[in-house]
């Protein structure tokens, strides 16, 4: 038993040597999750990279073998499917022998914004069947082994403002899909401390400017079987530089983050065991405070004020 119950962080897990320990990236050809396997091979681990695009995958794969033989291989997986998730499991497991660090953070839009009854059920599915189940089921397939592994672990789970704190209104498919990624991490965090001493969780918010990644061309992974048959008109996700421009026009300052600086962050505050990895919270800390004494008031909470 660690930690007490309200712990926010790791309790008493002990910092996590990253050097030397195997780690599994989802998503990880691209993107956010591609910062983060470069930050985790500068910090002297062997990544699994685990994506549904084999061209991008074995780019990305190639690109960085380059400079760091031997400790990079990728593994064509399908997060929403269970049985390939499995499958990723058995690989390492045979592989390495054991997984440290599991990144679940391969995720899509929801075929874009728009009001949610403009949207079909195909939409619904295949957000939450990559957002929520490709969590759920790394989860299932690799925590109960990282925990008889006996060895150190820790699981991160990638979700979004939007959502994982408060809804932006006009993309609520999405938002409902990483509400469900931060409450399921919150859950497994609270399971994990009162089951182990060397395994934790922590949710990952991804901050500090505007990403330019490929989750504004997300279509590009919609599986042939859950594409729209009914003729919703949702929005289909616009490009980046759209957002960029939408943004601005609503007079933000938009700074562009730097994703390799990202991966970076997001592997120290893993190695040290920190729960909630986000960055520049002050004005979400003060919507959450706006949105509990409306909950608290029975009112309806103040959304998230990104312009889309
Ligand atoms: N880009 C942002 O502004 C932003 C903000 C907050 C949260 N996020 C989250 O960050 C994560 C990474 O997204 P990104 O912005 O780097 O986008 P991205 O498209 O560049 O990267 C996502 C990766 O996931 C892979 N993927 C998609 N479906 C998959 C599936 N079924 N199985 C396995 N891999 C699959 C894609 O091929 C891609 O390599 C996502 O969970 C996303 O929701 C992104």
Redesign the pocket.
Known sequence: MSGDASATDGGSLAPLEVAGSVAVV?????????GIVRALLEADATVVV????QD?LDTTVAALSASHPGRISGVV????DDDSTDALADHVFAAHGRCNLLFN????GSGGGGRMWTHEPNDWRWCY???VF?VANGIMSFVGRMLQSGEPGHVVN?????GGFAPVPNAGV?ASS?AAVSCLTEALAHQLAEDSDLVGASVF??SGG??D??????QR?RPAELERVRGGTGRSSMTFQQMKDLLEKAGRDVKVADLDEMGRWVVECTARRQYLIGRDLESTVDLLHRRANAIGALDLPPHHQMGL
């Open positions: 989802t998503g990880g050809a691209n993107g956010i999750g591609r685990a994506d549904v695009e991008v997986t399908d997060v929403s953070n391969a995720g899509v069947s990559v957002n490709g990638t979700s979004s403002g939007d999405y990483k918010y991804p505007l990403m990644t490929g989750l504004f061309t997300s992974n």
